[in-house]
């Protein structure tokens, strides 16, 4: 018993002890480390590849390959080529293996490309193909040379044959003088320029219509131009930028009031075959897709403009090929 109060009272003294004392009782101090982000990582990583390897070379992309042009387009835009430039109109078996817009595309471009002297078939030799208005006037539709036929024989009567072949050389030589004015006025003739006394009335009726044309290609505007592969040739009016849109322009004249394109007849048609032309021979970014019709009156009141878009181009362009088809008929009937 005395044992046990013996050792109690040492485990009291021990506890007390230890309550008293005044030394602090150790502590473990946690010290918190940042971690690394992925980006800091990365760049550690290149920084030492850097001084082990030296810095890393940019590898180049190798360049696509061209794709090659379609073989057999290229084929029948050369034998079509070589009728051209020999003379003779491509019959519609040769160019009937060719699908011919209006406006060129890629493929078309780089076969025409693949072959030599494609661009160069307009020689001397091209006033023995077909003219444009020779194939609009070979493939009349029966009413309008009805029409055409009828109003020749009213003006017969009425001039006799002697009076109406002068009236027709007058229409002609009038034509040529108000053409030649007006590419003097539009490529850089003075304003004051004062036409003959014949076309002054038609100058008055152009004067609102010079004030938006600028920019006259004189390379293209009234020379011959050839169609390379559907061989037909024509001399366009003039090739200029009108209010902001490169075109092709058709002057026309006349005595009665043509303010419908329906009026026009064949101009449009004419018109797109033109545009067809210049664009086989140009580049993809200098393709035409517009054209303008514009009629000048013998009165002096102020010309007709019409504006011919894309969709009407195409649409024209499509009734071009139609009447150029019948024509390369017409062509083998008569050779056979």
């Known amino acids: 018993m005395l044992k046990s109060i013996f050792r109690m009272e040492f485990l009291v003294r021990s ?54 042009p379609d073989l057999s387009l290229v084929a029948a835009l050369t034998e079509c080529s070589t009728c051209v430039s020999e003379g003779r109109m491509p019959t519609e078996v040769t160019t009937g293996r060719v699908k011919m817009p209006l406006v060129w595309d890629l493929e078309l471009k780089r076969a025409s490309d693949s072959v030599d002297g494609f661009k160069d078939v307009v020689s001397s030799k091209v006033k023995s193909l077909p003219s444009v208005t020779k194939v609009l006037s ?73 004030t938006s044309v600028k920019k006259v290609d004189l390379d293209l505007t009234e020379k011959p131009i050839c169609h390379p592969v559907l061989g037909y040739w024509g001399i366009p009016d003039c090739v200029a930028v009108f209010k902001g849109t490169p075109v092709v322009i058709d002057w026309k004249t006349s005595g009665r009031t043509r303010q419908t394109i329906g009026q026009l007849y064949d101009g449009p048609v004419q018109l797109s075959a033109y545009i067809g032309a210049l664009n086989a021979t140009r580049t993809l970014d200098q393709q035409l897709d517009h054209g303008v019709v514009v009629v000048a009156y013998d009165t002096g009141k102020p010309a007709d403009v019409h504006v011919l878009s894309r969709p009407l181009c195409e649409l024209f362009w499509s009734r071009w090929m139609q009447r150029l088809k019948l024509y390369q008929g017409l062509l083998l009937t008569t050779t056979h």
């Not at 004392?21 to 982000?37: E, L, W």
């Not at 009805?146 to 034509?175: C, P, S, V, Y």
């Open 15 to 68: 506890l007390s002890v230890r309550l008293c004392s005044t030394k602090p009782i150790p502590r473990k101090i946690v010290r918190v480390v940042p971690k690394k982000s992925s980006k800091d990582a990365l760049i550690r990583y290149h920084t030492e590849n850097a001084l082990l390897f030296g810095k890393l070379q940019k590898r180049k992309k190798p360049a696509k390959a061209e794709p090659k």
């Open 138 to 210: 070979a493939t009349m539709s029966p009413e309008s040379r009805a029409a055409l036929d009828a109003w020749k024989q009213r003006m017969i009567a009425e001039l006799g044959e002697d009076g109406f072949a002068r009236m027709q050389q007058e229409i002609l030589a009038r034509g040529k003088e108000l053409h030649s004015f007006i590419l003097k006025r539009l490529s850089g003739g003075e304003s004051s320029l004062v036409p003959e006394e014949r076309i002054q009335n038609y100058v008055k009726s152009l004067r609102s219509v010079f």
